[in-house]
């Protein structure tokens, strides 16, 4: 057991329409080597012993590949460290006697199911609208390793396809735009060979569907690559830029 | 509203931005340039030669009707930015630390163009209305040493007013730190992202905002203090 006092100023939402607040809780006997949930974990476990309503989180994988757990943590997605998701930040980034304020993002287009939960179907629909390739699967597969792709480029697609959809970026954007996301998913197709047949439609599609959700425009600010966990490059949305103008100008 | 293509999308709008931004930036050059001349000190003759060619060729007529269409288009495509993107987040944060992520400039561009825009009526209403729509404007001015019309004179009496040329120095200001994100922010809205380009398009910009926006300051300040007669 730890020895940390905090202060949580948490959101409290009952449901989706329902008004929300920011409320206090007091939190003791915090270790420094507790995650960031965990320490949720020890708040929620007092608060059913209480009888109160525990406070509701997203989380999953919570070693930072799987994209479920958000929360805006003392005014920064993820909280204070770069590079890393909310289940990978550890307590030791706090004092003891530290305030600190946790918000679920904060987006139009990421609407509030409860308290610190958000929905991120946004994503899901975006992604939906051209974010794959189109396989024939009847049984003649060609090996993914029969093309020789230049490292250089196959690293690049890597790179874009780190990104885990957490929704940091819109959560970061003084415009709650997803573009570095968006951006993220068609470059990791648009780097290889197999994601060319399908790039003009790919790019367009997702744009028109990242639009139809309601996210702001981008306008260059660069939060969404400070705070990304998985350091998704500005470079991308440059790529998506290119990718659509030319699919615009030229799509028969 | 277009769901694709280069016209109503976001995308769209950011090209749009960037294109009349750049337009923009290039009339700056040419406006600085010209007016530059006054520091000849020949009491404005060869400022008033370049003033009375750019007010009567054909082409230059020409394409003030192009600027006034792109800063339109910059103005109108920026503040549909600025309402959409505010609308995109109806409850804000309770609590966030911005400055941790991004420049304080980078997120204002929409303040920082309407006082860039609430200054250019106030110079356009200075120079351009008066000079061009109201009859007998330039009369008092007389003509210079080589018998030109006299804008120069027009230009030393407007800014013999100190509160004018405290106007101008801020609209400067507000034009310094609007170009800061808006030179570097267009390469990026329309593709131009390359690790080979990057360092000297951000130097270009930085250089851009710091030498453009001083050269105009120095103008107003130079007259009002009577370095330049």
């Not at chain 2, 277009?2 to 009339?27: C, N, P, R, V």
Request: glycine share 8%; hydrophobic share 45%.
């Amino acid at each position: 057991m730890g020895n940390m006092k905090l202060t949580l100023k948490i959101w409290r939402q009952a449901g989706p329409s329902a008004k929300g607040a920011m409320v206090d809780y007091p939190v003791t006997d915090i270790s420094e080597d507790m995650s960031f949930l965990e320490m949720l974990d020890v708040l929620n476990d007092k608060l059913v012993r209480e009888g109160q309503e525990p406070v509701a989180f997203d989380h999953d994988c919570r070693e930072g590949i799987c994209g479920a757990c958000s929360l805006f943590i003392d005014g920064r997605p993820h909280g204070p460290s770069r590079h890393i998701t909310t289940c990978q930040l550890h307590m030791r980034k706090f004092k003891d006697g530290d305030v600190i304020h946790v918000e679920p993002w904060r987006s139009g287009s990421f609407p509030i199911i409860k308290d610190l939960v958000v929905d991120r179907g946004a994503f899901d629909r975006i992604q939906a609208a051209g974010g794959f390739v189109s396989v024939n699967t009847n049984g003649n597969l060609v090996d993914a390793n029969a093309m020789p792709i230049p490292k250089p480029e196959s690293d690049k697609a890597f790179d874009a396809a780190a990104c885990i959809g957490c929704g940091a970026c819109v959560a970061a954007c003084p415009n709650s735009s997803a573009m570095l996301f968006v951006a993220a998913k068609v470059s990791q197709y648009a780097l290889l060979p197999q994601g060319r047949p399908e790039a003009k439609e790919r790019a367009l599609n997702m744009v028109e569907q990242m639009d139809k959700e309601g996210f702001g425009n981008c306008s260059n600010i660069g939060a969404c690559e400070i705070e990304c966990p998985k350091d998704i490059s500005l470079e991308n949305i440059a790529r998506l830029n290119r990718e659509y103008l030319g699919a615009s100008v030229a799509k028969e | 509203m277009a769901q694709q293509g280069l016209f109503g999308t976001s995308l769209a709008k950011k090209y749009w931005m960037a294109l009349t931004g750049i337009f923009l930036i290039t009339f700056l050059v040419v406006h600085a340039g010209i007016n530059a001349m006054i520091f000849f000190n020949d009491g404005g003759v060869t400022f008033n030669t370049w003033a009375h060619f750019m007010g009567t060729n054909l082409i230059i007529r020409t394409m003030e009707i192009v600027l006034f269409l792109g800063l339109i288009l910059h103005v109108v495509d920026g503040l549909m930015l600025w309402k959409q993107n505010r609308a995109a987040r109806p409850t804000d944060y309770a609590f966030a630390k911005h400055n941790a992520n991004s420049k304080w400039y980078s997120r204002s561009m929409g303040i920082l163009g309407t006082l860039i825009l609430l200054f250019l009526i106030v110079h356009l209403w200075h120079f351009w209305v008066k000079t061009r729509h109201i009859a007998g404007t330039m009369e008092p001015y007389g003509v210079d040493a080589a018998g030109q019309e006299n804008l120069f004179a027009l230009m030393a009496d407007v800014f013999s007013n100190p509160l004018i040329v405290v106007v101008y120095v801020l609209g400067c200001f507000s034009l310094f730190w609007h170009l800061l994100h808006g030179f570097r922010s267009a390469f990026q809205s329309l593709g131009l992202n390359h690790k080979k380009y990057n360092g000297a398009i951000a130097f270009l910009g930085a250089a851009f905002a710091i030498i453009v926006p001083l050269l105009f300051a120095s103008m107003p300040v130079a007259m009002y203090l009577g370095w330049v007669k």
